[in-house]
């Protein structure tokens, strides 16, 4: 029975590295690209960033919000980022279809130029990383799916090299056991840090991420406080009553209507406060930069203040305990409420620390060349891996560990099936191996019966 157990994991380890290879090498070098993204933009984009318009006229922050968006007609302003210096204010504007553009002010408020946000080297890897750039659900669940078989490669590899003693020392060793000892140690030591770079990754996860997202929003005291879940309304009897009952006209109705789309969500409302107002509010609250201004999307709604650890805006980001989601009045600038890291649940903490831990900036430069090391060192794994096989390959076939004759162990299943419940997506997967496996040997059968009868 023993040795069935390790002839189940030895058998589903190797098939599962040879179909699920090509995605763990682009899931790892797109994270090593991303763990440097901010670098790259700071050289890339130093124009914007960092540049001048040339104009030494000052213009307030406003009348460079409408000049963009009639700059860029049927845009609307979304979202204000101010950064702390030398960085320059960064716009985020969108328009009906859902395309985001990405304009840059000088410390006049005067506009330096602009970025087609789905184009941005961030941007890129990050669409790469998380769905190799080509999206949809299919091709989200792949990713998440070859994460989950990762995590089964790393806990089955560590059993084989502890139950084959294969780190143990032996006078008498031929290449190919020299390349399985060197495959089975760098796994080893790399275990523990690989697993946690892939949970803290799982918040992004099409299927885990919905359910831990859900989770999240349905206990506030282990996740997302309420507030933050349901945000603090505007006080609308700042509204004339002339025009109270009156829709806010929505951003470009008309061009929304032409396509048949709906508008951004943001609503264009003569009786909000202006940002330079607003922010006179921020500063009086000496709330430091960096810090990103959230448009109110509805009459009622609020303008939000936020510092957020995890942006994936290059000089955006502030340490998880600094985290802080503020709310203002639209109408009079008055602040309401505010939700910090202290109010968060345990697991709103954890992925507060660990998004950040995963994305490789928690604790600045260490934490990127640790991940790298990490990263590089998975990328080994797999060449010895795949040299480990070639070493024993014989010309002609897969030469994949032995089928096993025996029933497989009781202890194998219980274990797939813990996993299976642990993440869902592998667990599907597995019953669709478990069919696939059925239905070849009904197909075998089915021959050898037809040969005995021939």
């Known amino acids: 029975m023993k040795n069935t157990f390790y002839q189940s994991f030895w058998r589903t380890h190797f098939y599962?590295?040879?179909?699920?290879?090509?995605?763990?090498?682009?899931?790892?070098?797109?994270?090593?690209?991303?763990?440097?993204?901010?670098?790259?933009?700071?050289?890339?984009?130093?124009?914007y960033f960092f540049g001048e318009s040339g104009k030494t006229e000052v213009q307030s922050i406003?009348?460079?919000?409408?000049?963009?968006?009639?700059?860029?007609?049927?845009?609307?302003?979304?979202?204000?980022?101010?950064?702390?210096?030398?960085?320059?204010?960064?716009l985020s504007m969108k328009n009906a279809d859902g395309k985001e553009k990405y304009l840059f002010l000088d410390d006049h408020n005067q506009i330096i130029g602009g970025q087609d946000a789905g184009y941005t080297f961030g941007n890129?890897?990050?669409?790469?990383?998380?769905?190799?750039?080509?999206?949809?659900?299919?091709?989200?669940?792949?990713?998440?799916?070859?994460?989950?078989?990762a995590i089964f490669l790393m806990l089955s590899g560590i059993y084989m090299t502890f139950k084959g003693k294969l780190l143990k020392k032996t006078k008498q060793t031929n290449k190919r056991q020299k390349s399985r000892k060197f495959h089975a140690l760098v796994g080893t030591i790399i275990t523990i840090p690989m697993l946690v770079i892939i949970f803290t990754g799982l918040p992004w996860s099409a299927f885990m991420g919905k359910y831990i997202y859900?989770?999240?929003?349905?206990?506030?005291?282990?996740?997302?406080?309420?507030?933050?879940?349901?945000?603090?309304?505007?006080?609308?009897?700042?509204?004339?009553?002339?025009?109270?009952?009156?829709?806010?006209?929505?951003?470009?109705?008309?061009?929304?209507?032409?396509?048949?789309?709906?508008?951004?969500?943001?609503?264009?409302?003569?009786?909000?406060?202006?940002?330079?107002?607003?922010?006179?509010?921020?500063?009086?609250?000496?709330?430091?930069?960096?810090?990103?201004?959230?448009?109110?999307?509805?009459?009622?709604?609020?303008?939000?203040?936020?510092?957020?650890?995890?942006?994936?805006?290059?000089?955006?980001?502030?340490?998880?305990d600094d985290e802080t989601t503020m709310y203002f009045d639209q109408y009079s600038g008055k602040f309401i409420d505010k939700v910090g890291y202290e109010d968060y649940g345990i697991l709103a903490k954890w992925f507060t620390w660990g998004i950040p831990l995963h994305e490789g900036?928690?604790?600045?430069?260490?934490?990127?060349?640790?991940?790298?090391?990490?990263?590089?060192?998975?990328?080994?794994?797999?060449?010895?891996?795949?040299?480990?096989?070639?070493?024993?390959?014989k010309q002609g076939i897969l030469s994949a560990p032995p089928k096993i004759s025996q029933k497989v162990s009781i202890p194998f299943i219980i274990f797939m099936i813990i996993l299976g419940i642990l993440m869902p997506l592998f667990g599907l997967s597995l019953i669709a191996v478990v069919l696939v496996e059925l239905i070849i040997n009904l197909v075998s059968k089915n021959k050898l019966a037809k040969k005995d009868v021939n």
């Open 16 to 47: 599962a590295a040879l179909f699920i290879t090509p995605l763990l090498i682009s899931l790892t070098l797109s994270g090593i690209g991303y763990l440097f993204y901010t670098d790259v933009e700071n050289k890339l984009y130093d124009k």
């Open 62 to 90: 406003d009348d460079a919000v409408k000049l963009a968006e009639e700059s860029y007609a049927g845009y609307k302003t979304n979202k204000i980022i101010e950064l702390e210096e030398p960085y320059n204010t960064r």
């Open 124 to 149: 890129i890897i990050r669409n790469i990383h998380s769905s190799l750039f080509i999206g949809g659900t299919f091709v989200n669940y792949l990713v998440e799916l070859a994460a989950c078989w």
């Open 214 to 320: 859900q989770a999240s929003q349905d206990y506030p005291s282990f996740g997302t406080p309420l507030l933050q879940q349901q945000p603090p309304t505007s006080d609308v009897s700042e509204i004339p009553w002339a025009t109270r009952q009156e829709t806010p006209p929505t951003s470009d109705s008309a061009h929304a209507a032409h396509h048949g789309g709906g508008n951004t969500g943001f609503v264009a409302n003569p009786n909000q406060l202006s940002v330079e107002k607003l922010q006179q509010e921020i500063d009086a609250m000496n709330i430091s930069k960096p810090y990103a201004i959230i448009y109110p999307t509805s009459e009622d709604g609020v303008y939000t203040v936020a510092k957020s650890s995890n942006t994936g805006v290059t000089g955006l980001d502030v340490s998880p």
């Open 361 to 393: 900036h928690l604790f600045g430069w260490p934490n990127k060349l640790i991940n790298l090391l990490v990263c590089l060192a998975f990328l080994v794994v797999i060449a010895w891996g795949f040299r480990t096989w070639l070493l024993r390959k």
